[in-house]
């Protein structure tokens, strides 16, 4: 069992209609207590990814910090003259997985990614390192390191896969981009999950003399590339990075090469 304090800022968005209001902007229906979405651009790109959790009538929006001031500018440039009130909460963040009993919310992401924890004063027996590496073993993207937003679709980083955009839903802001490369197109471009051994220097990854992707991040034994999967070989070509095989994990859904 581990409890890990994260990087996270939690928004309090709260007043009259403000489920419909946000629902009308983010790539994911509200149905849940917690629900991961992000807003985007109206290209179709991620200014943040976000949990958006049920608190009596508001929402809290518990967002990487490194994104809360771009959050908070775009959402209030969509308020207008909505009665609706952005204002930041002294919380803390933290993430617990492995054993049972934890309180919190689970990560609807993805079942052993564990649960989310808020309060004040939390007492978190791990640093971040230690979750990093934790989601990094199931090949779950982080935009707070492994991408930068503003500049990556949904599908890029795996949101489709991770129960991050609802295609059946009304409008949100990108939709028209979103929706046109789910339907007509196969994603080019994944965030990719790997494992590998020994110390890595390159960031290229090769099939043959072939770069078919990037390293975003690793830690320890595991990393984050994006990966060109128009570009993955057919055969049982190994995939190296500094002449050394590397492993590409499953895809959040089960899904492999």
């Given at each position: 069992m581990a409890i890990a304090k994260l990087d996270r800022k939690i928004l309090k968005?709260?007043?009259?209609?403000?489920?419909?209001?946000?629902?009308?902007?983010?790539?994911?229906?509200?149905?849940?207590?917690?629900?991961?979405?992000?807003?985007?651009?109206?290209?179709?790109?991620i200014i943040a990814d976000f949990f958006a959790i049920r608190h009596e009538k508001d929402w809290w929006l518990d967002v990487a910090a490194k994104y809360s001031d771009s959050l908070i500018k775009r959402l209030s440039m969509y308020?207008?003259?909505?009665?609706?009130?952005?204002?930041?909460?002294?919380?803390?963040?933290?993430?617990?997985?492995?054993?049972?009993?934890?309180?919190?919310?689970?990560?609807?992401?993805?079942?052993?990614?564990?649960?989310?924890?808020?309060?004040?004063?939390?007492?978190?027996?791990?640093?971040?390192?230690?979750?990093?590496?934790?989601?990094?073993?199931?090949?779950?993207?982080?935009?707070?390191?492994?991408?930068?937003?503003?500049?990556?679709?949904?599908?890029n980083t795996n949101m489709d896969l991770l129960n991050g955009v609802d295609f059946k839903k009304g409008c949100f802001v990108g939709q028209e981009v979103v929706s046109r490369m789910y339907r007509k197109t196969d994603v080019k471009k994944r965030m990719r999950g790997f494992s590998f051994s020994?110390?890595?220097?390159?960031?290229?990854?090769?099939?043959?003399?072939?770069v078919i992707g990037s390293v975003m991040h690793h830690r320890s034994s595991y990393g984050m590339a994006m990966i060109r999967h128009d570009r993955l070989p057919d055969d049982n070509t190994p995939l190296m990075i500094d002449g050394r095989e590397i492993k590409l994990l499953d895809l959040p859904d089960g899904h492999s090469t």
């Open positions: 968005i709260s007043g009259d209609g403000v489920t419909e209001w946000l629902s009308g902007l983010v790539t994911n229906n509200l149905d849940n207590h917690i629900n991961f979405t992000a807003l985007l651009t109206p290209q179709g790109k308020k207008l003259r909505a009665p609706i009130t952005i204002e930041p909460l002294e919380l803390d963040v933290c993430a617990a997985w492995g054993g049972t009993g934890h309180e919190g919310v689970e990560d609807p992401r993805h079942p052993e990614l564990g649960r989310r924890i808020y309060g004040q004063g939390l007492d978190c027996e791990v640093g971040p390192d230690a979750y990093d590496q934790h989601r990094l073993t199931l090949g779950i993207p982080d935009s707070a390191i492994d991408f930068e937003t503003g500049e990556t679709f949904p599908a020994g110390d890595l220097i390159s960031e290229d990854i090769k099939a043959g003399e072939r």
